[in-house]
């Protein structure tokens, strides 16, 4: 079964221009979260998903981040424009129910954002 | 603000000691979870362990909590050089998300 894939796994960008990055959650995953882990830190939920409606975006800059489930499957969030604070690690994570709290988490490797 | 902290930060041991990691965290909770992440890699989960549960075991693993005090303890056994990694926890409320804390970097030496 292939695991969560997330693209690009690096990208350096100017500040001021717009990034993009995007995950492949596992097949029949209704549930996908992106995340943002500062260098030294624990994941900090930017948005979650439950097939396409954001149920949770509570944590998500608006002014700036974007994100979009189309059809409840893959994902894209979007920075724009991006600015020096936003460099971290972009997770992605899938699980298969989010509306247990037993529900397992499975990670994507990250793309690793550095904006200078 | 993150609601699990781990302790200690850093822990650097030998292999074949054991490792012992805490968490703390602050509202109560509904389950509370342990994950591992390798450099540069997502994270794994490990281990769950549910509000009602006070000790549960997966191989070297071994998870303890304390709903009274609001704290929880990772142990691993017998460790290795591959459990060199950063562990964290992520505690469940109900309606609400998981929460990470910030972690506890494991290093174990050959």
């Known amino acids: 079964e292939a695991g969560v894939v997330q693209s690009p796994r690096y990208k350096i960008i100017e500040k001021k221009q717009p990034v993009a990055f995007w995950c492949n959650p596992i097949?029949?995953?209704?549930?996908l979260y992106w995340y943002l882990q500062n260098l030294g830190q624990g994941p900090e939920l930017l948005i979650r998903y439950e097939n396409e409606e954001a149920v949770d975006d509570s944590q998500l800059p608006k002014d700036r981040f974007s994100a979009e489930r189309l059809k409840g499957v893959d994902s894209t969030l979007k920075i724009q424009p991006a600015e020096l604070g936003d460099s971290a690690v972009y997770l992605c994570?899938?699980?298969?129910?989010?509306?247990?709290?037993?529900?397992?988490?499975?990670f994507g490797p990250g793309t690793r954002l550095t904006v200078l | 603000s993150q609601q699990g902290e781990e302790d200690p930060q850093a822990l650097s041991i030998q292999e074949g000691e054991n490792a012992t990691m805490n968490c703390s965290y602050k509202?109560?909770?509904?389950?509370l979870q342990w994950y591992r992440q390798n450099s540069g890699r997502g994270l794994v989960h490990l281990i769950l362990i549910r509000s009602n549960e006070r000790e549960k075991h997966s191989g070297r693993l071994r998870v303890t909590l304390d709903t009274s005090k609001k704290s929880s303890s990772l142990l691993i056994t017998a460790s290795r050089a591959a459990d060199t990694a950063s562990y964290f926890c992520?505690?469940?409320?109900?309606?609400?998300?998981?929460?990470f804390g910030p972690g506890t970097r494991l290093s174990v030496l050959p």
């Open positions: 097949s029949g995953h209704n549930t």
């Open positions: 992520a505690t469940y409320n109900y309606g609400q998300n998981f929460v």
């Open positions: 994570a899938s699980s298969l129910r989010g509306g247990l709290s037993t529900d397992t988490q499975y």
């Open positions: 509202t109560s909770i509904n389950n």
